[in-house]
């Protein structure tokens, strides 16, 4: 079954939203989710138990994105 790919990127607060890319960011966390919705509430739980919220909202911010990925045979 096809699932989705949630790409979190940590930007730093300089960086405008539209520039905001796996490129640009400081740090890019991805994980696994079931659905769509999966991509906007799925990773909270591991950031907030991580060392990224360390100045999330003053110096980063997260940006999300949803990729969906085929099962593997």
């Known amino acids: 079954m096809d699932g989705f790919l949630a ?13 905001c890319t796996e490129a640009t960011a400081a740090d890019v966390r991805k ?7 999966g ?3 799925g990773w909270q739980e591991i950031v907030a ?10 110096a ?6 949803c990729r969906r990925v085929r099962a593997e045979p």
């Not at 790409?7 to 520039?19: E, H, K, S």
């Open 31 to 37: 994980v696994r989710v079931a659905n769509e919705i």
């Open 39 to 41: 991509c906007a509430v």
């Open 60 to 65: 980063a911010y997260l940006k999300t994105l």
């Open 49 to 58: 138990r991580s060392d990224l919220r360390e100045g999330l909202g003053r």
């Open 7 to 19: 790409v979190v990127l940590v930007c730093a607060a300089t960086v405008p939203v539209q520039d």
